[in-house]
């Protein structure tokens, strides 16, 4: 089995900074595309950064320049750096990726359990 295990959130004031990070394990032989969604109470989840198996990166327009994803290969794990943060980013952040497991014939796409974050003076 695959797990995702999301850290790094929780209450930040306004303009201030959270990194996020969301680890992956089990019997994966390769990782593509890992990616940060959010859900804000009463809204659906959005996309807000994704990174794919060369690096490239995409981000919502909410976060551009402000939000920062990377990742670690060697780890399994992606980060999300938040700079600038507001109160609109308050929402329970989700890391997903898609996996390749040993022995599979096709990407799945695993997700993490979520992590909160409230921006709030």
């Known amino acids: 089995q695959v797990q995702l295990v999301e850290s790094g959130g929780g209450l930040v004031q306004p303009g201030g900074s959270l990194r996020l990070s969301c680890a992956a394990s089990?019997?994966?032989?390769?990782?593509?595309?890992m990616a940060w969604y959010r859900q804000a109470s009463g809204k659906e989840r959005e996309l807000v950064a994704g990174?794919?198996?060369?690096?490239?990166?995409n981000y919502a327009d909410a976060v551009k320049g402000r939000f920062t994803i990377s990742r670690d290969n060697a780890k399994k794990t992606v980060y999300l750096q938040m700079n600038s943060l507001k109160p609109e980013d308050t929402a329970v952040y989700y890391c997903?990726?898609?996996?390749?497991?040993?022995?599979?014939?096709?990407?799945?796409?695993?997700w993490g359990q979520g992590t909160q974050v409230t921006v709030s003076s």
């Open positions: 997903n990726a898609d996996v390749w497991y040993y022995g599979g014939y096709s990407y799945y796409t695993r």
């Open positions: 089990g019997n994966i032989l390769k990782i593509n595309t």
């Open positions: 990174i794919d198996g060369i690096d490239s990166t």
